[in-house]
Each structure stands twice: as C-alpha cells, then as structure tokens.
C-alpha cells in the first residue's frame, strides 16, 4: 500500500490525533467517508450515462439533438 508499513501507518495516525485532536477524528472520519461516498455514486452516474449514450450510437437513435 504505497510502501507504507504499519508502523509508518500508526505514526502518520498519533500525528494527526495530536494535530486534529481525539474529539475531531469522527466528524474527519466522517466527512472523508460522505466525500468518498458522492465521488463513487458521481463516478457510477457518469459510467451509466457514458453506456447511455453509446447504446445510443450502436442503435442509431438520437439524443434529442433533432433539427
């Protein structure tokens, strides 16, 4: 993982509990886990629109885009 061990892993860990404290680590912890949560779901969004529009080119029909 990156070349980090565990021991690299638990002092890069005191360190940001003395930095952010024990009482803010949740709500980081927390605000980490929404930001990766909407990156995956925008990710997946963008995936599912991507095979929208190449069904749309393999069938010929079009997206709206009539003159």
């Not at 952010?20 to 949560?37: D, H, N």
């Amino acid at each position: 993982m990156f070349g980090l061990g565990m021991p690299e892993l638990l002092v890069i860990l005191v360190i940001i509990l003395v930095v952010f404290g024990a009482g803010k680590l949740p709500k980081i912890g927390e605000g980490l886990g929404k930001g990766i949560s909407n990156f995956k779901k925008s990710i997946k969004e963008n995936e599912e629109a991507g095979d929208d529009v190449s069904q749309d080119e393999k069938t010929g029909s079009s997206s709206g885009h009539e003159k």
